[in-house]
T-cell receptor, first 114, second 112 residues
Framework: NAGVTQTPKFQVLKTGQSMTLQCAQD?????MSWYRQDPGMGLRLIHY???????DQGEVPNGYNVSRSTTEDFPLRLLSAAPSQTSVYFC?????????????FGEGSWLTVV | RKEVEQDPGPFNVPEGATVAFNCTYS??????FFWYRQDCRKEPKLLMS???SGNEDGRFTAQLNRASQYISLLIRDSKLSDSATYLC?????????????FGKGTHLIIQP
């Protein structure tokens, strides 16, 4: 009963390094998205995908890339990490993007950029 | 008006009391609304969905006022386990095709 799985759970990066946060879901959901959560800011949408091969930008896309080669996986790439990207990252998925579809979140990835 | 606005609290409430908090939204085209619960250092989890005037699930009642563009969450007979942050959530484009807009959350503390 895995649901949405994110790895790694914790990561420390140096400024300028790149890395990929992995996200996988086993519910055959079409819609997947990435959010970041900062203190006092709430969750903000980074990128989203409505199906394999389709991605689009959310509210705060700069500094991040995504791809969706399969229905199951939606990795988030940090191209050149900056201290401003220190945050908690949540991957989410739902059956579709329409209203009424429950969104399931992964357990989060805590990223610190020093 | 901000897209989704909530009173951050904290709301300190004795166990067994009734507590209510509101959320205002700016997108008048929104058709569905959600309350998520988030425990400290955990992922958000869906608490309730609201599509028409309201929804009730046990001790929890969510109500929608489209004219004034706010939704409310009422918790009756509060339990210690209700202590959490409650996030008001509205689809970004009205239909949710490009994700959700989250409020910053209302922090609730139930005291014994």
């Amino acid at each position: 009963n895995a649901g949405v799985t994110q790895t790694p759970k914790f990561q420390v990066l140096k400024t300028g390094q790149s890395m990929t946060l992995q996200c996988a879901q086993d519910m055959n959901h079409e819609y997947m998205s990435w959010y970041r959560q900062d203190p006092g800011m709430g969750l903000r949408l980074i990128h989203y995908s409505v199906g394999a091969g389709i991605t689009d930008q959310g509210e705060v896309p700069n500094g991040y890339n995504v791809s969706r080669s399969t229905t199951e996986d939606f990795p988030l790439r940090l191209l050149s990490a900056a201290p401003s990207q220190t945050s908690v990252y949540f991957c989410a998925s739902s059956y579709s993007s329409g209203p009424g579809n429950t969104i399931y979140f992964g357990e989060g990835s805590w990223l610190t950029v020093v | 008006r901000k897209e989704v606005e909530q009173d951050p609290g904290p709301f300190n409430v004795p166990e067994g009391a009734t507590v209510a908090f509101n959320c205002t939204y700016s997108n008048s085209a929104s058709q569905s609304f959600f309350w998520y619960r988030q425990d400290c250092r955990k992922e958000p989890k869906l608490l309730m969905s609201v599509y028409s005037s309201g929804n009730e699930d046990g001790r929890f009642t969510a109500q929608l006022n489209r004219a004034s563009q706010y939704i409310s969450l009422l918790i009756r007979d509060s339990k210690l386990s209700d202590s959490a942050t409650y996030l008001c959530v509205v689809p970004r484009s009205g239909g949710g095709a490009d994700g959700l807009t989250f409020g910053k959350g209302t922090h609730l503390i139930i005291q014994p």
